[in-house]
């Protein structure tokens, strides 16, 4: 007899499951945070950057990959660009500016702000597309195996016939 809880998702598995989303979120917006800074030093022609802006960056990114998946429904990773994925990416993309301008990543420039305000809008609907695309792909993978499976299972069932 088959055990039917086997296959199911323990709660560990889903917490586990998140906490990796918000691992990969992290640091996939950190990257894009941190070459958008370093395109900006370098465009005022200053070649280091800030060991602080980048502990700032990093923590922000956690902070806001919490509350995407916890608070504000995984909107990057949506299945449809709705109301509330919009208003996700607006919140986060405030807070993101509204903390870059506190810590002065940009030294207090609101023009400055305000184009790495639409970078991460930018940002985040390039996100969401890929994430859809990744879906696709997945789906049709896992279509392509599931019809092999089947007729494997067909083959072995007619061998045992």
């Known amino acids: 007899m088959r055990d039917k809880n086997k296959n199911k998702t323990t709660l560990w598995e889903k917490y586990l499951t998140k906490e990796i989303g918000i691992e990969f979120k992290a640091c996939l917006y950190f990257f894009a945070i941190l070459f958008f800074y370093c395109m900006y030093r370098i465009c005022i022609q200053v070649y280091d950057a800030s060991i602080l802006h980048m502990t700032e960056m990093i923590l922000t ?8 998946v916890y608070l504000l429904w995984n909107f990057d990773e949506a299945d449809s660009f709705g109301g509330k994925e919009i208003l996700g990416m ?3 993309t405030a807070i993101y500016s509204i903390l870059s301008y506190v810590f002065n990543w940009f030294d207090h420039r609101i023009a400055l702000t305000l184009g790495f305000a ?18 696709r792909i997945d789906d049709k993978q896992l279509n392509e195996d599931l019809a092999l499976f089947k007729t494997e299972h067909k083959k072995v069932q007619d061998t045992e016939d």
């Open 118 to 135: 639409a970078y991460l809008i930018v940002c985040y609907v390039c996100v969401y597309f890929i994430y859809k695309s990744k879906r």
């Open 61 to 68: 990114c956690y902070f806001i990959g919490y509350a995407q």
């Open 90 to 92: 607006v919140l986060c």
